[in-house]
C-alpha cells in the first residue's frame, strides 16, 4: 500500500525550505518569500471555509432557487495563479556552484 501525500505541510517548513535555496541578503527575495506564505495561508483559509459550507451554495431570490458554485472557488483559483507566478520568479541560488545563482538554457529563450 502506498502512503498518501501529504499536501498540509506547515508554512514554518515551506519557509524555512525557502529561505535556504534563496539569497537571504536580498531584500527582494526575502520579501517574496513573505508574500508566497501570505498566499498560502489565504488560499488554506478560503479552502476549509468551501470545505466547511460546500462546493455549492443555494441562492434564494424571491421565489426562485438557484444553485450556484461557491463563491471562493473563483478567488481560489485566482490565488493560486499568484502563488505559481511567485514560485515563477523565485532566483534559487545553486549550493554546488559556490551560492551563485541557479540559471538554466530556457532562461535565455
Known sequence: MTNKLRIDVSTDKI?????SRIDTT??????????????????RRME????????????KNGSQTF????????????????????ERTFKFI???????PKYSASDLI
Open 67 to 86: 444553485i450556484k458554485s461557491h463563491p471562493l472557488l473563483n478567488d481560489m483559483s485566482k490565488v493560486n495563479t499568484a502563488i505559481i507566478n511567485i
Open 26 to 43: 536580498n531584500p527582494v527575495e526575502v520579501e517574496k518569500v513573505g508574500r508566497y506564505l501570505k498566499h498560502i495561508e489565504m488560499y
Open 48 to 59: 476549509r471555509k468551501v470545505k466547511n459550507e460546500g462546493e455549492s451554495v443555494t441562492i
Open 15 to 19: 519557509k524555512h525550505y525557502l529561505m
Open 94 to 100: 545553486d549550493e554546488d556552484n559556490g551560492n551563485q
